[in-house]
């Protein structure tokens, strides 16, 4: 069996975080108010009333984070760039101070040998644009490009790949369709104008991109999808679950289509948010690489409600994170060979740009250790299969504001004390960093890696 060291030579290895979740400093240098800030302020929203006002302090304190990227010997640092730093407003100038900041870090970054891959929009979208209907405002997409291109003008000279959006998907469903999320909507299925305003977003701004020289990616949260039985009604659940999570994301940009939305009750044109011409709009550009982040499989049962085509199951007999997600590591595997299959010639090389777990382990986070290894194994397993994949980013590098749980949920290599901000490796830190050191010197060598590197 194939494993992580045998994962192809040129393989990046790298860390993710994003903006709202480490920055903190929401008030300083002209920064605007996002979603996010004014749906943590609505008691309630987040566990214990947690926000992330504070987070891990990360504006302030990203040398020393930058310090410990530099220790695990990373190729690359996935970050987001929070549009109300650069756009307070959502239009208008940009802040010299948001770009500046930026500015540093890619600098810094630089300066220890990690290449910079930003993110353009993870969820923190400008309250002031949420305030003309956000994503359900079609002129979003239009703000977003511009916003996209003072950012790449700025850094496009030392940038090369950019992620345009995080987990359209997610944004869509918690944040639109099940109010878990900013900005708290919960609209159902009168959410899905918002899958394809974001992949609007997604294509105009990738044309900018791409007019700059620039790789373009974006980052889609993937699930397998497993019937809960060979039945046939578990099976059209299965298939329309699919459609949703991964389908509805996925085919505009592949195959320059949606998917068939009858089981969620619309047509192709998403509740008349599709117009003539958007899904060349949204091809125009093709993906440099497709960014997936996976966490674990779905299993899916008919439905016991009629306002869903579908129910969920529990997976039996397996262990589950922190967070209760089910750990999974071959439905990596049979999610990157399913992509494969499913679109062929039409699927460019892949990166992991998020995977990892939640637990409550102390300073020796085993179960952590086991995730991460069995899963590089399982990514180590399809790349053997053929799947051209380039990359991996654990989420995290340090332990950060976890959205709707607050800081209760801890995904850091590194231990972060949120009172006193002190940072502390924990052994899945210097696992991390002996995996990468040694899978540079099995492929330096051709393969001998003894094993005590492993
Ligand atoms: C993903 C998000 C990321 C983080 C992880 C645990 O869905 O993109 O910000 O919260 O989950």
């Known amino acids: 069996m194939p494993d992580r060291y045998d994962l192809p030579a040129g393989f990046?290895?790298?860390?993710?975080?994003?903006?709202?979740?480490?920055?903190?400093?929401?008030?300083?240098?002209?920064?605007?108010?996002?979603?996010?800030?004014?749906?943590?302020?609505?008691?309630?929203?987040?566990?214990?009333?947690?926000?992330?006002?504070?987070?891990?302090?990360h504006y302030h304190r990203y040398p020393e984070d930058i310090e410990l990227m530099r220790g695990l010997g990373l190729d690359g640092y996935r970050f987001?760039?929070?549009?109300?730093?650069?756009?307070?407003?959502?239009?208008?100038?940009?802040?010299?101070?948001?770009?500046?900041?930026y500015d540093r870090l890619v600098d810094d970054l630089l300066a220890v040998g990690i290449t910079p891959l930003p993110t353009l929009f993870h969820w923190d979208l400008p309250q002031a644009l949420e305030d003309r209907g956000g994503w359900l405002n079609r002129d979003t997409a239009y703000h977003f490009a511009e916003y996209a291109a003072i950012v790449a003008d700025r850094l496009?000279?030392?940038?090369?790949?950019?992620?345009?959006?995080?987990?359209p998907f997610v944004h869509m469903v918690y944040g639109h369709a099940l109010g878990i999320h900013a900005p708290g909507h919960a609209l159902m299925l009168d959410a899905l104008p918002v899958a394809h305003h974001q992949l609007l977003a997604h294509g105009l701004a990738a044309s900018l991109l791409h007019e700059r020289g620039l790789d373009v990616l974006i980052s889609n949260n993937l699930t397998p999808v497993e019937p809960a039985s060979p039945s046939p009604a578990d099976l059209a659940a299965a298939e329309a679950y699919d459609t949703l999570h991964n389908r509805l994301f996925t085919d505009p940009l592949l195959l320059g289509r949606y998917p068939d939305?009858?089981?969620?009750?619309?047509?192709?044109?998403?509740?008349?948010?599709?117009?003539?011409?958007?899904?060349?709009?949204?091809t125009a550009t093709p993906l440099t690489g497709l960014g997936v982040n996976y966490y674990n499989p779905t299993r899916i049962a008919a439905?016991?409600?009629?306002?869903?085509?579908?129910?969920?199951?529990?997976?039996?007999?397996?262990?589950?994170?922190?967070?209760?997600?089910?750990?999974v590591p071959d439905g990596l595997t049979h999610l990157l060979l399913h992509l494969r299959d499913t679109y062929g010639k039409a699927l460019p090389p892949l990166t992991i740009t998020e995977n990892g777990c939640s637990t409550t382990e102390g300073p020796d986070d085993t179960f952590?250790?086991?995730?991460?290894?069995?899963?590089?194994?399982?990514?180590?397993?399809?790349?053997?299969?053929?799947?051209?994949v380039r990359g991996y980013y654990t989420w995290s590098l340090i332990d950060n504001f976890e959205w709707a749980e607050?800081?209760?949920?801890?995904?850091?290599?590194?231990?972060?004390?949120?009172?006193?901000?002190?940072?502390?490796?924990?052994?899945?830190?210097?696992?991390?960093?002996?995996?990468?050191?040694?899978?540079?010197?099995?492929?330096?060598?051709?393969?001998?890696?003894t094993s005590g590197d492993r």
């Open 156 to 167: 496009g000279d030392r940038v090369p790949a950019w992620i345009t959006l995080n987990e």
């Open 368 to 388: 952590r250790i086991s995730y991460l290894s069995t899963h590089l194994d399982a990514l180590a397993t399809a790349a053997a299969e053929g799947v051209d």
């Open 303 to 327: 439905p016991t409600d009629p306002s869903l085509p579908f129910t969920f199951a529990e997976i039996p007999d397996v262990p589950h994170t922190a967070f209760g997600w089910p750990v």
């Open 12 to 57: 990046r290895w790298g860390v993710a975080t994003a903006a709202y979740q480490i920055e903190g400093a929401v008030d300083e240098d002209g920064r605007g108010p996002s979603i996010w800030d004014t749906f943590t302020a609505r008691p309630g929203t987040v566990r214990d009333g947690h926000t992330g006002a504070v987070a891990c302090d």
């Open 406 to 449: 607050g800081y209760h949920q801890r995904f850091g290599l590194v231990h972060v004390d949120f009172v006193t901000q002190a940072r502390t490796p924990r052994a899945s830190y210097a696992w991390y960093r002996d995996l990468i050191a040694a899978h540079r010197v099995r492929c330096a060598t051709g393969g001998s890696v």
């Open 80 to 101: 987001s760039i929070a549009w109300p730093r650069i756009r307070p407003t959502g239009a208008g100038p940009a802040n010299p101070a948001g770009l500046a900041f």
């Open 261 to 282: 939305l009858t089981a969620f009750g619309t047509g192709p044109d998403l509740h008349g948010a599709v117009r003539p011409g958007d899904l060349d709009l949204i």
